[in-house]
């Protein structure tokens, strides 16, 4: 019988630890957040051997055992052992051979915790290109502890990997590494005081009780006892640690003597940096970066259109032969209408965010989304933001909610609030089927140069456009959120590497599912309702419509598909949700919308890409076309208002564009914000400039362009 343990997962940021715990998981990870806070927690399983099954813990990266983020608290107390949710048997630490020094001081701190402890070494081949050779023999001798190269990229070490992980478990003796400082001797009499307190740690892990007693999960009274220990014996945090780190540099300096070789004094000029003189150019740099993003919108449209083309042609199909061969009642339209077209406003987009999140997770994992924050700090520092903001920022075209989240890792409070503000004015993904749709509605398929797509040319302004008014707004704002604390920014870019096509195919795959089931479950479910909304209203009134028609048709049988065509828009517009809909027309008509377009903007605020799948409903629901297989842009093209002219114009249509691009239309991202900020201030506030903007914008362009 196989048993299961827990292991941390810990190491330095871009110490190749994601890459290890991608390798070691597999598609068997799991992601959800820490307990009381909003930072990533991913777990995944991984059989060891035929008597092992670890449950890894990837912990957020930190550089020592002294956090300032929240994510560095979320590591530092899984390591203290102070989360309940997670107690490891175990740590697997990820040190970065090409940065020895560096890495080795949190790894030496970790030692001195007593946890048992494997180091992987990773980055051995950059290491050699910096002409760094590592004695492995010796390191592991100074270090008492086992370490295994690994090259978690090309799947090097991990059979190794494994056998020592089992070696190291199934020992149940695990021999502790010697202490790697004499702790004691930081403060002698507190922490001899302090041990007597708690007897069952080292003391090196009682320096952390007496820093940070008051976030650990003790008694009252033990930590009475701990303020009056440090009281009594002056203890200074500040300089303990300020001790405690020149004692470890002094040792790792010994180490490094006698385990590292570096074939040239010099450092070797690695491609890396010569690549960067070029990317991080104060005039190249940004230039490609708009190349860059200007390749990235191409694509999704270029690539994507087959796959989007087929099925909407399969749906259109399969809704034609249906309408043909399920009897005429309220199920089988409640199966054509509802079901089938909330699934098709689903399923068309997939293909887009597959190669969106596809081609984004190529700039992380080449090592140039950290270029994009260094190139914007300046520019982000102008609008009371710092590049810390920018990766929430990108993350917002993903997501607002876990790009709010991400902004936990700004320490600044008035800087995090402002990256908090303007997230959601970063284009969503969920906002990307609704640009699909309305770009390919008023927006010419046209080709310039052979390879330049004028509809891709608009999808890249309305991101940029989405980021100006992020920083516009952020400008403003700074002036009104006071704060006299200071921020700075340090940034560790990573060494260009080639991408991991395995990650990239999992994300694409990750990001499909949950789109599908999460979103989709959403979209569904208001597409169901909003079938029911649009079939059915005030009985007397619509059984009055049917009576009156049913009349008119025997009276002019010539004429029974016509005098059908105006039935059915008529029971559209006397419905439930053609009164929803018509109750707020007198808002929205100077935007150039009509009051089926209402009716998405009100249930599209559970999430924007429901727009699709209510436009989907509506005009299935109220199909005035002959040919039933027709696809959602047909029929949406065809839509006229009741003066008879067309609702999609490009007016009309680059209004609605512009309003989804800055309006709010997400409960969840509201819930977050209050959930960040701790106050319904902030959402409110947030709720109100970006409805408002959205509207002045929509309003201006449509009234220009009319």
């Not at 399983?45 to 983020?69: E, M, V």
């Not at 096509?501 to 309702?529: P, Q």
């Amino acid at each position: 019988m196989s048993q299961q343990i827990n292991i941390a997962l810990v190491g330095n940021p871009n110490s190749g630890k994601s890459s290890l715990f991608n390798e070691l998981t597999g598609l068997k990870q799991k992601v959800g957040n820490f307990p009381g806070v909003t930072v990533d927690k991913k777990t995944g399983l991984c059989k060891i051997s035929n008597q092992l099954i670890a449950n890894f813990i990837d912990l957020p990266g930190t550089y020592s055992l002294y956090p300032k983020r929240a994510d560095e608290w979320v590591s530092y107390k899984v390591l203290l052992q102070q989360d309940d949710s997670i107690i490891p048997d175990m740590i697997l630490l990820a040190v970065d051979a090409s940065n020895l020094r560096r890495n080795l001081l949190l790894c030496s701190q970790i030692i001195d915790l007593n946890i048992p402890i494997v180091v992987v070494l990773t980055m051995m081949d950059i290491a050699k290109q910096k002409g760094i050779k590592i004695d492995i023999e010796v390191l592991e001798k100074e270090l008492s502890v086992p370490i295994v190269v690994v090259n978690p990229r090309k799947n090097k070490g991990i059979d190794s990997l494994k056998k020592t992980i089992e070696q190291a478990f199934l020992d149940r003796n695990f021999k502790k590494a010697p202490e790697f400082i004499y702790s004691s001797m930081l403060a002698p009499k507190a922490i001899e005081e302090a041990r007597q307190v708690f007897p069952d740690l080292s003391s090196y892990k009682v320096i952390h009780y007496l820093i940070n007693h008051e976030q650990f999960s003790i008694s009252k009274k033990d930590s009475a006892v701990i303020e009056q220990i440090k009281s009594s014996n002056k203890f200074n945090s500040t300089k303990t640690q300020a001790e405690e780190i020149m004692q470890r540099y002094a040792r790792i300096k010994h180490i490094m003597q006698l385990a590292v070789e570096e074939t040239n004094p010099l450092k070797k000029y690695l491609l890396t940096e010569k690549i960067d003189t070029i990317l991080l150019h104060r005039t190249w740099g940004y230039l490609i970066l708009l190349v860059v993003l200007f390749f990235l919108f191409q694509s999704v449209f270029w690539m994507a259109r087959y796959p989007m083309d087929f099925i909407e042609w399969s749906f259109g199909l399969m809704g034609g032969w249906l309408s043909e061969h399920l009897a005429a009642n309220w199920l089988g339209d409640l199966f054509i209408n509802g079901f089938l077209a909330g699934l098709s406003g689903i399923m068309v987009f997939v293909p887009q965010i597959m190669i969106l999140f596809g081609l984004i997770t190529l700039l992380e994992d080449s090592g140039y989304m950290a270029r994009i924050s260094f190139l914007t700090d300046k520019l982000m520092r102008k609008s009371g933001l710092n590049g810390k903001s920018v990766m929430p920022m990108i993350s917002g075209f993903a997501c607002a909610v876990p790009a709010i989240m991400s902004a936990r890792n700004i320490e600044n409070k008035k800087e995090r609030l402002l990256t908090i503000m303007i997230t959601p004015l970063m284009s969503c993904s969920a906002r990307l089927p609704v640009y699909t749709i309305l770009i390919a509605l008023v927006i010419p398929s046209k080709i310039y140069l052979g390879f330049i797509s004028l509809q891709g040319m608009v999808m890249m302004c309305l991101y940029l456009f989405g980021t100006t008014m992020a920083m516009l707004v952020a400008w403003v704002m700074k002036w009104f959120i006071r704060s006299t604390e200071k921020s700075f920014f340090i940034l560790e870019l990573p060494i260009y590497r080639s991408p991991r096509w395995k990650n990239m195919f999992y994300t694409m795959y990750e990001k499909a599912r949950i789109f599908v089931f999460d979103a989709g479950k959403v979209i569904m479910l208001i597409s169901l309702l909003l079938w029911g909304l649009s079939t059915f209203g005030p009985p007397k009134k619509m059984q009055e419509i049917k009576a009156s028609y049913l009349l008119k048709i025997q009276q002019y049988p010539a004429d029974s598909l016509l005098l059908t065509k105006q039935k059915n828009a008529e029971l559209l517009q006397n419905s439930f949700a053609g009164h929803l809909g018509r109750t707020i027309e007198p808002i929205i008509a100077p935007l150039g919308y009509d009051w089926k377009i209402g009716i998405a903007l009100i249930t599209s605020f559970a999430a924007r890409e429901v727009f699709v799948g209510t436009m989907a409903t509506l005009y299935s629901v109220g199909d005035n076309t002959d040919n039933k297989s027709s696809t959602l842009k047909d029929k949406m093209d065809a839509a006229v208002k009741e003066d008879g002219s067309k609702t999609y114009t490009l007016a009309s249509g680059l209004s609605l564009l512009i309003f989804y691009v800055l309006a709010m239309q997400c409960m969840s991202t509201i819930v977050i914000v209050k959930r960040e900020t701790r106050s319904w201030k902030w959402p409110m506030i947030q709720l109100a400039y970006m409805t408002g903007l959205a509207y002045l914008c929509s309003f201006l362009i449509y009234q220009l362009l009319k």
